[in-house]
């Protein structure tokens, strides 16, 4: 009797490629960083990012992100630092920037709002565990009607327990 075979699609292919990246695997959140998340990596991270986070309800774990979002508002230079990211940074690190700017500063919330919902490109967003891509307009207004730099923060402790093991 001859085994029974794999179905085709987990067979993978015959040309010698590799399978495809897991979505998000590229983005820069997804590497490996030291526990506790210095503010140094969670700056890096807001930086270079490349995916924003749009639901993180309490039934997923939060991801990386909104880890580095707290470490950042828990430093005592955090308006400085998000600003410096709403300068420099992706376009999904201006986004982040806009909700620590909802929570620090009303004034520049609105400034950095209008800036950023002429922006006419998209980001890739994270929905618990679902990728997809949406404009950056559509995503200012969700940080606005969602109160997103609320929804980071009240994430925070869990945050810290599933990348650091601490509260």
């Not at 620590?100 to 618990?128: C, H, K, M, P, W």
């Not at 565990?129 to 949406?134: A, I, S, T």
């Not at 109160?147 to 980071?152: A, D, K, P, Q």
């Amino acid at each position: 009797m001859e085994p029974m075979q794999p179905p085709e699609w987990a067979r993978g292919s015959t040309a010698g490629s590799s399978a495809p990246a897991a979505p998000g695997a590229d983005d820069f959140a997804s590497g490996v960083f030291p526990s506790p998340l210095g503010l140094v990596d969670a700056t890096a991270i807001m930086m270079k990012t490349n995916t924003f986070a749009v639901n993180i309800g309490d039934a997923y774990a939060p991801p990386r992100h909104v880890h580095a979002f707290n470490v950042i508002l828990d430093s005592p230079s955090a308006r400085e630092i998000f600003e410096s990211v709403f300068r420099s940074g992706t376009s999904a690190g201006k986004l982040y920037a806009l909700a620590a700017f909802s929570l620090l500063d009303q004034n520049r919330y609105q400034q950095a709002a209008a800036e950023l919902g002429q922006e006419l490109g998209g980001v890739r967003t994270i929905d618990g565990c679902l990728y997809d891509d949406q404009p950056v307009a559509n995503l200012v207004k969700k940080i606005a009607e969602e109160h997103l730099g609320e929804t980071f923060r009240r994430r925070r402790a869990a945050a810290y327990v599933h990348f650091d093991g601490a509260g």
